[in-house]
């Protein structure tokens, strides 16, 4: 058995105690969204309309779906790639070997899904399913960090994260022990990460937009434009696949119940909220402020896309011609940090273009309900917390370089404010 490691690593997110009220406190708001988008006055901050009993939460057709789901998904993934792709060096110098077929898996997710409604799929039935799928979804997401748990009992020391081995159970339960925990080349959490959360969100986005149209007789323009907007999202995060294995989730974060529950409940159940939230409190919306919104989408997708496909590129290769004219200051550890481009503008831009896009998908809902705004809310704060933790691993990493670059980019998400 590996000894703890990385023991005098700072604790985040409050320690123990700050995991296990997380570790309540998530599911429970992602249970009361479900069914506050559902009651009447959806009122973000109220009670719920009720509480439901076990036997409106568990199904086993629920579960067996949820765990088809994960089964085809898993298929996809183990198709082969157009690409495999390296991922950042490891404490032992080694690289891990990551499949790219994430977008070939949701075309092909779409093709079976689109066979299936032909064939007389009820997808409208989806959204009937949500509480029950959600539940499963948890149940899921915990028995799988369970496991990870154990396994990573088992891993060498090298292949532990450099949090989440503080000896506290709750804590590395919470956070991850192992860093890639695989089976043969199955990555679990580069798999989790982008394929059955994302997919299932945009698929149900779409379910809840079929059963618009068959209440309503056609789906509204701001059901479309939500649709619309994150599919871009989730066909850009799959199309540049590659981009994740450079995020903090991937080089740092360990595998546990965070990004687990994250990935496979959080994502699909509550990032579909402004759908959720539309079919049953449909909202008026003309072309004029629907082109309007169109446009705050775009600048904020310009600007996210933008800035992280500089980073990679630069982050790849420093001399290609896209980035080597930018501006830059050296480090101890032989890596550069761009001070000119989008990097030069705040030191999160790709934050900035996130959070306005997040303002988009809300935008459609209107201004009268707070509970659609809860996705640009939330995010606001996970990127905020995100940034000092990023910030923090870079002093540490970078020391008197990462002070220079903040000297000479003083404004970290939103430039002139924050
Ligand atoms: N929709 C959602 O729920 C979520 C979306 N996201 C999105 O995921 C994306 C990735 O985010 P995340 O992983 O947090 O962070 P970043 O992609 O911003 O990565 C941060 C890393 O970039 C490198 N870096 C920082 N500054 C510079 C610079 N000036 N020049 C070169 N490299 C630099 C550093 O790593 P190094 O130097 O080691 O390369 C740093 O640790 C973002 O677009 C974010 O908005 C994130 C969380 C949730
Ligand atoms: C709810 C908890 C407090 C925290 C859970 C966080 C997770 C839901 C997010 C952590 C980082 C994420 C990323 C994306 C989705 C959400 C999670 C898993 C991402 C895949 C979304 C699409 C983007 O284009 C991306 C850059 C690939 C994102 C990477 C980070």
Known sequence: MAPPQGSRAPLEFGGPLGAAALMLLLPVTMFHLLLVARSGPARLLGPPPYLPGLEELWSPWALLLCLTWLGLQAALYLLPARK?????????????????????????????????????????????MLLPLAFAATLIAFIFSLLLYLKALLAPASALAPGGNSGNLIYDFFLGRELNPRICSFDFKYFCELRPGLIGWVLINLAL??????????????????????????????????????????IHDGFGFMLAFGDLAWVPFTYSLQAQFLLYHPQ????????????????????????NSQKNTFRKNPSDPRVADLETISTATGRRLLVSGWWGMVR????????????????????????????FLYFTALL????????????????????EYCRRVPYRIVPYVY
């Open 84 to 128: 495999v792709a390296e991922g950042q060096e490891l404490k032992d110098k080694s690289r891990l070997r990551y499949p790219i077929n994430g977008f070939q898996a949701l075309v092909l997710t779409a093709l079976l899904v689109g066979l299936g409604v032909s064939a007389g799929l009820p997808l409208s039935a989806l959204p009937e």
């Open 209 to 250: 937009l079929i059963q618009e149209a068959e209440l309503r007789g056609s789906p509204s323009l701001a059901m479309w434009l939500v649709n619309g907007f994150q599919l871009l999202y989730v066909g850009d995060a799959l199309w540049y696949e590659e981009a994740v294995l450079t995020t903090m989730d991937i």
């Open 284 to 307: 008026p919306l003309g072309w004029p402020l629907a082109s309007f919104i169109c446009l705050i989408n775009a600048v904020g997708y310009y600007i996210f896309r933008g800035a």
């Open 348 to 375: 999160h831009p790709n934050y900035l273009g996130d959070l306005i896009m997040a303002l988009a998908w809300s935008l459609p809902c209107g201004v009268f309900h707070l509970l659609p705004y809860f996705y």
């Open 384 to 403: 905020v917390h995100r940034e000092d933790r990023d910030e923090r691993q870079c002093r540490q990493k970078y020391g008197l370089a990462w002070h």
